[in-house]
């Protein structure tokens, strides 16, 4: 589904990318783990289209399509989802209605027919009980005055009803307490299946334990440095990050 | 027509009004004279003063636009009926070129204790309840143009709230200018008094018939009592031809509150001075502004708050688009008095930048002589955040829908504060169409 390689990137000039290669299959989900600063939420804004991000240096094949040549429009109706790390407040514009041209938008592209407002409705209402979030908040504008938590409930909650075919999760984990953590467990589970991949981006192994992943990888100075299954995690949960970066320092010469 | 031309031929005007008004108590004569006098003395501005730097009015003294003359002009009253905001019943005025005009009017029942009538007439009937407010709240050194409208002025609005009285319903003032064979000059004059403890809704609507170039030269005057509260929207969507100079005066007694709303959506050059003077204890002002331009369409905006008292509060609040290769001028001046200890000035100014080819200028003037107060301001010539861009555009949202939203966004903020909802929701659908965002605004009413 999702083939990496060689991926460079910067930003305002300074390589944060440095390697990238990865490889993800339909039905997998991989968790992406790293220190701070080791490039993790700038893969995740690659792969998504952010401008601010230049690639350098490599390619990203997606379903048989060169991704980067995308506009992030494009990447969304092709099926691929960024649930954000700081989603941003958007006033005027009302939550529900970019939910609805967002899906349509997605279902046209896939050539199904576009929901009424009716059929969309209940599909959200279905979908809002796995994130328990206030339906209040559908009529509000976009992330405007949500809570940390509210913020996050409500991109898991984009992530439900959009049903994407690559999920990208950007750190949606951290600031949250355990209820708020179960919540985008669940949108995750939920979401899973043989023609879904899933991508957790995260610095704590704390998610990983109400997610199951396929494969964990290590991310250290804008390369995979280590990659393994779920045991990864707990090592790493155990040891920290700074025996992978030793250890891969000197074979990277 | 050059400068020296422009100015003789009005200073001709003017002297030939001087003879049509022997019959006119001498303090209204003397009130023209003086107008006379500063504009002989002034002129026209030019970029050379400091305050007109970067609006040139040389469009406006080159045309050599010709004061109206009164009468319906032949305006069908349905024509007018799109200006009218729906649910929102109103006391109506409509002003012909300046004139008040009592056909196209529906002013409706009046409570005991309010006047409101076209100034003429009121200048004819009750000069004595008018003369100790005209043209006292116009400072000394005004510029020509106010100047002009001084001198030459022929009608406009006369409302006089009398102690204590209370309007239920809004008074809509709709200024209209047609097409006329030479270009017309058009220059209400309005006076507002509101004694202690009154309180109303005026709303000054400029709009045009037809697509004539013309020229509307407009001087208002608010007294606002004692603990009088007045609620002031300038509604401007005058035609793409259109020049407009605006003069707001406003005086506030103690407790008065004044609140203003100025809307350009509109107009080829536009120049608003606002200027108001919280005069006593416990005043307060506050000014929205919203300016939403492209082509080569040019607003200036001139606020000028004067704290001369204690304990007053104002709030400005000014925002801008432009598109295409308009400019803006925004110049907020806020002093603030030796006496007027414990005042509390807030100032913001926001400029949203769409083309590489728009320009807006953004002075915060702050002169602060009193020591204990609380005075920011901030002002700020920018993008569309790249951040919010990107997430719509990460939900499938396509660049350019995505930008008219934000930018739709950003311009609705300053709506959000009028507090009349049907005049809210017009100028929002006005707005969303001018932005280009109208189906979606009708999409989103949908789901609600």
């Known amino acids: 589904m999702l083939s990496i390689k060689n991926l460079h990137a910067s930003v305002d000039g300074k390589p944060i990318l440095k390697g990238v290669n990865l490889e993800v299959k339909s039905g997998e989900v991989h968790a992406i783990m790293g220190p701070n600063g080791s490039g993790k939420s700038t893969l995740a804004n690659v792969l998504a289209g952010h401008e601010h991000y230049e690639v350098t240096a490599g390619e990203v094949i997606y379903q048989d399509r060169n991704l980067l040549e995308l506009p992030p429009e494009e990447r969304a109706r092709q099926g691929m989802f960024l649930a954000f790390q700081y989603p941003v407040e958007i006033p005027g514009v009302s939550n529900i209605y970019l939910l609805k041209s967002a899906l349509n938008a997605i279902r046209k592209s896939q050539n199904l027919p576009e929901l009424d407002a009716m059929d969309f409705l209940e599909l959200v209402k279905d979908r809002m009980k796995l994130v328990e979030m206030s339906e209040e908040l559908l009529y509000r504008s976009v992330n405007e005055g949500f809570s940390g938590g509210e913020k996050k409930r409500n991109e898991i909650l984009q992530m439900a009803v959009l049903e994407p075919k690559l999920a990208i999760l950007d750190e949606t984990d951290s600031g949250l307490d355990i209820d708020a953590l179960q919540v985008v467990a669940r949108g995750v589970n939920v979401l899973r299946s043989p023609e879904r991949a899933i991508i957790l981006v995260t610095h704590y192994q704390r998610l990983l334990n109400y997610i199951e992943p396929d494969r964990v990888h290590v991310l250290v100075d804008g390369r995979i440095a280590r990659s393994g299954d779920k045991t990864l995690a707990y090592e790493l949960e155990k040891h920290g990050y700074g025996w992978i970066a030793q250890e891969s320092a000197p074979a990277t010469v | ?448």
Not at chain 2, 35 to 59: H, Q, S
Not at chain 2, 130 to 141: N, Q
Not at chain 2, 188 to 214: F, K, T
């Open chain 2, 1 to 448: 027509m050059n400068p020296n031309a422009a100015k003789e031929t009005y200073l001709d005007a003017m002297g030939a009004a001087e003879k049509r008004l022997a019959g006119a108590p001498s303090w209204l004569r003397e009130l023209r004279q003086g107008g006379a006098a500063r504009f002989a003395e002034v002129g026209f501005p030019t970029p050379r003063d400091e305050e007109w730097k970067y609006t040139d009015v040389t469009p406006i003294v080159q045309t050599g636009f010709k004061p109206a003359a009164g009468g319906a002009n032949g305006v069908d009253p349905a024509r007018l009926e799109g200006f009218w905001f729906e649910n929102l019943p109103s006391h109506r005025l409509v002003f012909v070129n300046g004139h008040y005009s009592e056909k196209l009017s529906t002013p409706g029942m009046w409570p005991t204790g309010v006047t409101v009538m076209g100034l003429a007439e009121a200048l004819r009937n009750q000069a004595h309840r008018i003369e100790p407010y005209l043209g006292r709240y116009v400072p000394e050194k005004i510029h020509g143009f106010a100047a002009l409208n001084m001198a030459l002025f022929a009608d406009g609005a006369y409302i006089h709230l009398g102690r204590g009285t209370r309007l239920a319903w809004p008074i809509h003032l709709l200024y209209v200018t047609t097409g006329a064979a030479d270009p017309v000059l058009s220059q209400p004059r309005n006076l507002v008094v509101a004694e202690e403890d009154s309180q109303a809704v005026l709303i000054e609507n400029y709009v045009a018939v037809g697509e004539a170039s013309y020229f509307t030269n407009a001087l208002t005057e608010v007294a606002v009592g004692p603990q009088a509260l007045i609620e002031h929207y300038r509604l401007q969507e005058e035609g793409a031809g259109a020049y407009h100079i605006g003069g707001l005066h406003v005086h506030l007694d103690c407790d008065g509150r004044f609140t203003a709303h100025g809307i350009d959506l509109g107009g080829r050059l536009v120049r608003n001075d606002l200027r108001s003077v919280l005069d006593a204890e416990g005043a307060e002002c506050h000014l929205n502004g919203l300016y939403v331009l492209g082509g080569r369409q040019h607003v200036d905006n001139h606020t000028h708050i004067d704290h001369a008292k204690p304990r007053g509060t104002s709030r400005e609040f000014y925002k801008g688009v432009l598109d295409g290769r308009s400019r803006a001028v925004f110049h907020g001046r806020v002093v603030v008095r030796p006496d007027a200890q414990h005042t509390d000035a807030q100032q913001v100014n926001n400029n949203l930048l769409l083309s590489r080819d728009a320009e807006a200028d953004t002075k915060p003037q702050l002169e602060i002589y009193a020591d204990d107060v609380k005075c920011a301001h901030g002002a700020t010539v920018g993008q569309l955040d790249p951040d919010a861009m990107f997430y719509l555009r990460s939900r499938a949202v396509d660049e350019a829908a995505a930008r008219d939203l934000l930018t739709y966004a950003f311009a609705r903020d300053v709506l959000r504060r009028l507090r009349l909802e049907p005049v809210r929701s017009q100028l929002e659908r006005n707005l969303a169409v001018k932005l280009r965002v109208a189906a979606l605004l009708q999409a989103q009413e949908v789901l609600q």
